[in-house]
């Protein structure tokens, strides 16, 4: 049985950039957290020859329950790019939600950065819902509970 969602890995070309997009949303890196994954049993359980990964993980302080970004950055070998990230419309990974106090200040914060925010939708299942484009284009949706109709 399950019992809650543990963490996201994403694999990113820009380890700083990606640090710093989390850091606005308030994750920060746990440095005991911070590896480089290499070797025989590395390559057999993520199915990668001659891997060698930084493996870094970022958390929200005080979050219960703790939820993990581990950000994972190929030395070797070069990661493929997606060429359909942060696209919709397509099988497999479609995007990751948090759940946040005031989406509208986090959005302003964002684009204060240079976010790219997506698109918006007010009152889905009494949600404000953002869009929001994350590392490697990743889609990022921002939740904030409890909208009334209006």
Request: hydrophobic share 40%; aromatic share 10%.
């Amino acid at each position: 049985m399950i019992k809650r969602f543990d963490h996201c890995t994403i694999c990113v070309r820009d380890l700083d950039a990606a640090k710093s997009f989390f850091g606005l949303l308030g994750f920060q890196e746990e440095s005991h957290k911070t590896t480089v994954i290499k070797g025989e049993v590395f390559s057999g359980y993520m199915g990668v020859d001659n891997i060698e990964a930084d493996h870094v993980t970022l958390v929200v302080p005080g979050l219960s329950p703790r939820f993990e970004i581990q950000l994972l950055h190929y030395r070797s070998p070069e990661a493929a790019v997606d060429p359909l990230s942060g696209r919709l419309d397509k099988t497999g990974y479609n995007h990751i939600c948090f759940a946040v106090d005031d989406a509208e200040a986090l959005i302003e914060k964002l684009r204060g950065h240079g976010v790219e925010v997506r698109g918006e939708l007010k009152n889905f299942h009494d949600r404000l819902l953002y869009f929001v484009t994350g590392p490697e284009g990743i889609t990022i949706e921002l939740a904030q509970w409890g909208i009334e109709a209006g």
